[in-house]
Structure formats: C-alpha cells, structure tokens
C-alpha cells in the first residue's frame, strides 16, 4: 500500500486522474490539480490547485505550491492530456500547438523543475502515456505524436537520473473517462477498461517501481503477439477503413 508520501497528480478533476485520488487519498497527502479545480474530489487530505499546465507560469507555480503546501514531492503524476480526434489535413497550428504543451511540455518541464529542486534526492515521476505510445490511432495522428515522443524522451531520460530516481510511463488502453469526449469521437477502439482499474495497475506500478506500467494484460498479451502475427497493425487497419469512411461521409469534426 502506498502510505505517508507526498503525491502530486495533475488531471485530476476527471477520469484516470479522479480515480487515482480517490485510490491514494486516505493514506497519503495529495496536491490535485485542473483547470476545473471545483471538480476534483474532495477529501481532507486533498488540496485542490486550479492550473493549467500548458504553460510554464501554471508548472512555476503548480511546482512551488505544492512544496509550499507538502513540504516536499515523493511522487509526481503528470497525468492531465487529451486528443483531438480529426484528419490530419483539417488539425490546425493552434491544435498542434495545445496538444504538444499540454500532453509533452507540461510533463518534461515538470520533471525538470522537480530534478532541479530535488538534486539527488529520490523520488518517483510518472507520466501518463498511452497503448498509443506503440501503435499509433488512425484519427490520432497528433495524439499519437505527442505520445510516442514520451517514449523516446523517457527512454533518454532515465540514464540521466540518480539512483532511487524513478520515471515511470504508464500505458493505458482506451479508457472510460472523458477523453473520447473531449477529442470529438463517438467511437470507442476495443480492448476498453474503466479508469478505476487503470488507477489500481497505476498504484501497484508505484509500489513496484515499474518503469513500464501496462493497466491492461490483453494489451500486453496482443503487443507480444503481434511481433510475430500483426493483430495489432491488422486491427488498425480496419480502424483506418472506418475512419475513412466516416470522415469520407462528411465526419462532424473539427472547430
Ligand atoms: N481515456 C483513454 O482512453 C486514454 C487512453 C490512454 C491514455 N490516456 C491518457 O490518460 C490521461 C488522463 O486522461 P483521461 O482518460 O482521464 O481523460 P479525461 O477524463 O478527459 O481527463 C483529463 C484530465 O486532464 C486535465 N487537463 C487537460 N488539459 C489540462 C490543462 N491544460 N491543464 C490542467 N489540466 C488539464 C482535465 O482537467 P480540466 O479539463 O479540468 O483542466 C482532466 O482532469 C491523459 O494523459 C490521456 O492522454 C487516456
């Protein structure tokens, strides 16, 4: 069980980022953070912050509020991201622009500023990735971007740090929160988990120290196996037929 630590999440007034404080509330202290602040749960050991983390201003001061408020960070959840579901002709400069800083700025500055004042000091940072960090979404050619580019800067990353300094990716699946939402789609890709379970798999890869976390056992099953039968790259495939079709039938998106 995780106890005693102090715990930062950001993303936290909806989805995987609500779960996972509901999940470590009781036993640890919590800096939560959105932009709707008034949606993150309530609980005493949870100090809600309103910021948005697409800036550097909002981790300045997400970064000093929480040591303020902790005293120092054990854990750090840079979870807050979301997509934009559109053909790639339609995505927009300012679309580009929102989706790097929120799902790539936003958790490699926060990593930076938390290094800096942590020196060699431990600690654990986990960013919220995704099954898309590997495979890449037809209608997600953003998203995707920003999350594979997690990949390849963690993996560099991590021979940079100290001992007992952990960066840990997490990689969910599609997951039932606001995201499809939020991105303009009304279609879900299978395999689908709640975000409650995610939370859990999140928890038990704290404990573990895991730098890979995988909330999904299908998905790490189907990974495997598509290095030697394609499921995966057939299965998009198929997503890519009826992503076609869809935006090929005047698909509802974009603003
Ligand atoms: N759901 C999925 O299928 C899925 C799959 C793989 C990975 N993920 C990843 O999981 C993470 C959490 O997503 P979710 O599924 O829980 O989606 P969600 O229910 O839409 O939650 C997203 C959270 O991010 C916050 N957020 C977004 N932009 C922000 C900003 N600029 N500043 C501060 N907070 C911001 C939102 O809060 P406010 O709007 O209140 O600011 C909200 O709390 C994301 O990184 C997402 O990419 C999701």
Redesign the pocket.
Known sequence: MIKNQRVVI??????????LCKLLAEHNKIVA?????E??PQHRNIIPLS?????KE?MDRLLDTAYTALGNIDIFIS?????YYERWQDASWEHMD?IF???VY?PLYGLQALRQRKGKEPFQYL??????SFYAMPGYAL?SG??FALRGFADSMRYELEPGQHLQL?????????????AQSDH??WP??K?SA?AKAIAKGIEQRKPHIYPSLLYRIMQIVSRIIPIIPIYMGIEGWRFRKEFSQGGTHHV
């Open positions: 950001t993303g936290a007034s909806s989805g995987i980022g609500s779960e953070v959105a932009r709707r602040a949606r993150i910021i948005d983390v697409s800036t909002g979870n807050a991201g979301f997509a929102a800083k929120t799902n936003a960013i919220t990735a995704s099954a898309m998203y920003t999350k997490i990689y969910p699946i599609a997951t039932l929160t606001e995201f499809f939402l939020v879900l890709p689908r988990q975000a995610v």
